[in-house]
């Protein structure tokens, strides 16, 4: 099975949670680490790749409570 990923990207004045080659956001959010919760809660085990303003990706893994 393939690792799941989502994206944290900034779209205008607020930060969207999108899914690769997804057309539409699966959640808006005001802050980036508002954007971040419900990406989380999207897939879990999801790899969130957070942009930043300059267009740069960071890699967040996976939170495993076990």
């Not at 930060?15 to 802050?31: F, G, I, N």
């Not at 740069?56 to 495993?64: A, G």
Request: charged content about 25%; cysteine-free.
């Amino acid at each position: 099975m393939s690792q799941q990923e989502l994206f944290v990207v900034h779209h205008g004045s607020v930060w969207a949670v999108k899914r690769p080659d997804a057309e539409r956001s699966s959640a808006l959010a005001e802050t980036q680490a508002e954007a971040i919760e419900p990406a989380r809660e999207l897939e879990p085990r999801a790899v969130i790749h957070v942009q930043n303003r300059h267009g740069e990706f960071r890699q967040l893994t996976p939170f495993d409570p076990e």
